[in-house]
């Protein structure tokens, strides 16, 4: 897995075991290191652990368009990029077959459709778990009646409750994947590919002048999750502009309310970055800049402003419980 444009907490990420990193594995026999699983699913990416924690909504709203009975409260999922473009995510999911556990690598391209799962931890006694044809049914699988038992996944014999239980985590994690992308600003939402791209070539350059401004405490992205009233709010304190630029906020060091915001839209035909630093809890932005881009042109003073605008409006919103950081 190359390294080179990861900073170098994201490369520690993937050397020390992921158990220590909060992920707890079914316990029995270890089949796949997890680190090996994430670099089959996406080798030469890099990687960037993003654990997931869901609230009550949010659960509510992945059980319902999963067809699950209930959602974990929090997910472990890991971002995958190749050359600064989003290529997937992978989800580790851990559940019960019969009285023991397993878990799974779960690994979802940014078509919203399923690249593979693999079982990386398994409890039960190995008759119990399928042969590797029965994991091949679910690539290129989506969310729909075709991904169910009998359907467009057979069963196997001898195996039926892991057959189910893959199953539903398969079904489980392309819900998440899906209420995920689409509320914390992932290059999943409905934007244009060249604002995908502008996204990914000015998120390291926004760590970068943050890790400058904040020595030593680093940048750390933390993705917002947001209900629908909330995301209502957003939208109507940006003159229903909320949408139209991909904004990725920045805690600084360990700290868990984000510091800062980059917020990346098209003036025009062309991206525009603005970066916005916090005035602290429900202050205004301190200060702003913008970033300039390869290749980029100026920035309108509106384009400037609308982007600043979206940022402060988050930042405000944040400095209430009901929306969730992490």
Not at 129 to 145: H, I, M, T, V
Request: charged fraction near 25%.
């Amino acid at each position: 897995m190359s390294c080179s444009a990861m900073s170098s907490e994201r490369c520690v990420c993937l050397v020390v075991p992921l158990w220590l990193a909060g992920l707890a594995l079914a316990q029995g026999r270890e089949r796949i290191a997890p680190e090996e699983a994430l670099r089959a699913a996406f080798p030469g990416c890099e990687l960037e652990r993003a654990p997931v924690h869901l609230d009550a909504g949010l659960r509510a709203r992945v059980a319902r368009r999963a067809g699950v009975p209930e959602a974990p409260g929090i997910a472990f999922r890991w971002i995958a990029r190749r050359d600064g473009r989003y290529v997937g995510s992978a989800w580790f999911d851990t559940h019960r077959v019969r009285t023991l556990r397993e878990t799974l690598l779960v690994a979802v391209g940014p078509d919203g459709k399923l690249l593979q799962v693999v079982v990386v931890a398994f409890g039960e006694p190995p008759d119990y778990l399928p042969r590797s044809r029965f994991y091949e049914q679910f690539r290129g699988r989506q969310l729909d009646g075709e991904l169910d038992m009998g359907r467009g996944i057979d069963g196997v014999t001898g195996a039926t409750l892991t057959s189910r239980a893959t199953t539903l985590a398969a079904r489980r994690v392309l819900a998440l994947d899906a209420e995920v992308r689409a509320g914390d600003g992932s290059p999943a939402g409905p934007w244009a590919p060249a604002l995908v791209e502008a996204a990914a070539v000015a998120r390291p350059l926004a760590e970068t002048t943050l890790n400058q401004r904040w020595s030593p405490a680093t940048a750390r992205p933390s993705s917002i999750v947001f209900d629908e009233a909330r995301l209502q709010r957003w939208q109507e304190e940006t003159a229903g502009t909320a949408r139209e630029g991909i904004v990725t906020a920045f805690a600084r060091g360990e700290a868990v309310r984000p510091a800062a915001y980059l917020d990346t839209s098209l003036d025009g035909d062309h991206p525009v970055a603005v970066l916005v630093v916090s005035g602290g809890a429900g202050g205004p932005a301190a200060e702003w800049e913008v970033l300039s881009l390869p290749g980029g042109k100026p920035a309108s003073l509106a384009a400037r402003e609308r982007a600043r605008r979206r940022c402060v409006a988050l930042d405000r919103l944040l400095s209430t419980p009901a929306a969730t950081s992490r």
